[in-house]
């Protein structure tokens, strides 16, 4: 069964930068990020095809954040910078099996296997 490791995460002032990462335990297909915000549902921010390298954004992360990959390592990354307070919340990364397709790939519900979640502080 595929299974993620989350790191990264912490308090940031406003503008600052964080990264975050997420360890697959065998081969994806999509890895996406997943922002919830406290009291709202959970939202894509950022997914990458891991095979083809295409990268999707949600228009309020769009050239803030940055998703990227190291095959070797079988990690995802999301580079998150001028952050904002609105950016505060459990971010969580997602993934599709090797093999499987989506089409909503900022789509919670497209995801079946989820990281534990890391909390992420933004503030003035």
């Known amino acids: 069964q595929l299974e993620l490791v989350q790191s990264g995460g912490g308090s940031v002032q406003t503008g600052g930068s964080l990264r975050l990462a997420c360890v697959a335990s065998e081969e994806t297909n999509y890895v996406g990020w997943f922002h919830q915000a406290p009291g709202k549902d959970r939202e894509g921010v950022a997914a990458?095809?891991?095979?083809?390298?295409?990268?999707y954004y949600d228009k309020s992360v769009e050239g803030r954040f940055t998703i990227s990959q190291d095959k070797a390592k079988n990690t995802v990354y999301l580079q998150m910078t001028s952050l904002k307070a609105q950016d505060t919340g459990i971010y969580y990364c997602?993934?599709?099996?090797?093999?499987?397709?989506?089409?909503?790939?900022?789509?919670?519900?497209?995801?079946?296997?989820w990281g534990q979640g890391t909390q992420v502080t933004v503030s003035s």
């Open positions: 990458l095809n891991t095979r083809a390298g295409t990268t």
């Open positions: 997602a993934a599709v099996p090797g093999g499987l397709v989506i089409l909503r790939r900022l789509d919670p519900t497209q995801y079946r296997f």
